[in-house]
């Protein structure tokens, strides 16, 4: 990269061609936009075409099938809680941490992307590392009060905390950074305490960005597999989450696993509109 | 800044080429010969991970230019994966059932049973729960580890603890034969249902024990050539090396019955 200097500045706007706001582009652009739509878009696609619809309700209706259903709506729910409660505080703080001198708040910015960019497979061997029955802490929690972590539905849950929590830090950051701090300065000048400021003032301004990083947070947990399979195992309704299920189910019957893969496509795109373009500026359409 | 126009022709062609290479990847080469660099792939349960790591070295020294590359996973992972288009030559399988599965899409040549396995109880080395046999995995204070039933341990097990009128009572059911025994190795769980052959090959992490009754439930291991092998030759060759007399003889040593 060459070094940005003083550059003169052009007087005169003389450009032959102006690109304008749709505008057409040059073909192999379109050509190649044309072929990575067609990646995405034409695998669910598929899905959908060799989706055993006669049998769906059968499939669907199957014990096995609900109870996956059951325990992925509940973790995934208990997870979204979870981060609620820890992220948004972790949020106001990397939000303050633009004061910082650089080194710590370039770690504690990095602390939170790694789960985010770290295959969740990585995750799952880490918080066995961590909190499984030989585990740095989780041997403690199991010699001291017999309490072991692994294989429950708890640890899916953490599992999904671990790989969704930076989704809400990072929305929720977001806001913060963007909102207006003139009625936070505004309600602490008129006496009020800094708990009552955040409260009332501060998280009532970034609720947008606080639903859309629980939306978020929600689709990335009930998603979740990598983690969960090697942390929490995989046992029917108690660890065998919708994701794990439709594995499994692909060994032996694919038309469940199919149907299964179906029934979390529908989930997406229903959280994708219940986001619609309002809460996610990034994808505004 | 400044602003670079995008080299769009070069990157249409990258993708171009990527898509070739898709597409190109899997199929065989034409006009391979006997004295053509060959690769052979081979698909193996992964109860035969090891084994097979051993017995492809030996085949590759014995035959100069050819390469195998191995596989392993699940068995009804691995014969759904050839089912749709993985390219494999050879298909090994822990039970007729994957098989017959690859059999029906057309897909394998005759099989032949090349081994056979029972199960044993396994624990984390010392034994920290005091198991002593198949009873055991009803405790329900014990963290035990099965393998699903959608895999061939998976049915074995389902089958051995009907048979003793055993009701297990699992933490968690592994879609194959390594992970549980990855579980015990970590000591992550206090017993687990595994072949006697990956007891052996987890060595001093982990003890065997016998449990009654497990030689009436034994998994048969089927061998065979897929019928659109990209090298048949070598993929005939490397399954008659594995019934041969050197298979037999590593099979043995890794602990696996004949069939």
Known sequence: MTAPGPRPVRTSPARRRTPRPGGRLAWPIAAVAAIALALLVLPLVSLVLRAPWADLPRLLARESVLQALVLS??????????????????AAVLARA???????????????????????????IALLQFLGRRGVVGGLLDDRFGITVPFTTGAVVIAQVFVALPFLVFAVEGALRTADRRT????????????????????????????AGAVLCFSRALGEFGATITFAGSLPGVTRTLPI??????????????ALALLLLAVSIAVLIGLRDRWLPGVRG | MRRHRAPAPVLALAVAAALAGCATGGTPEPGS??????????????????????LAERFEATRPGVEVVLSSGGSGALAQQIVAGAPADVFASAAEAPMQTVADAGLAGPPVVFATNTLQLVVP?????GVS???????????????????????????????????????????????????VVLGEVDAALVYRTDVIAAGDAVEGIEVSGAASVVNRYPIAVMTDAASPDAAAEFVAFVAGAEG????????FGAP
Not at chain 1, 104 to 116: E, K, N, Y
Not at chain 1, 204 to 210: H, K, N, R, S
Not at chain 2, 39 to 54: I, K, P, R
Not at chain 2, 248 to 255: E, I, P, S
């Open chain 1, 73 to 90: 709506f509940g973790t995934a729910l208990a997870a979204t809680a979870l981060c609620l409660v820890l992220g948004v505080p972790l």
């Open chain 1, 98 to 124: 633009s004061g910082w001198p650089s080194l710590p708040r370039r770690l504690l910015r990095a602390a939170v992307t790694v789960p985010l960019v770290l295959p969740p497979v990585v995750g799952g």
């Open chain 1, 184 to 211: 936070e300065l505004a309600a602490a000048t008129l006496g009020a305490s800094r708990w009552q400021v955040f409260r009332h003032v501060t998280l009532p301004l970034v609720a947008p960005g606080v639903a």
């Open chain 1, 245 to 258: 299920a439709s594995y499994l189910a692909m060994q032996s019957d694919p038309d469940e696993a199919i």
């Open chain 2, 33 to 54: 010969s006997d004295a053509a660099p060959s690769t052979v792939t081979v698909f193996a349960a992964a109860s035969l991970t090891h084994v097979f790591d051993v």
């Open chain 2, 125 to 129: 080395a010392g034994n920290p729960a």
């Open chain 2, 133 to 183: 046999g198949l009873d055991d995995l009803a405790r329900d204070e014990l963290r035990v580890a099965l393998c699903d039933d959608s895999v061939p341990c998976g049915a074995a097990t389902v089958d051995l603890l009907a048979r003793q009128g055993v009701t297990a009572a699992p933490d968690t059911l592994e879609a194959d034969v390594t992970s549980v025994v990855t579980k």
């Open chain 2, 248 to 255: 037999r003889a590593a099979l043995d040593a890794a602990g």
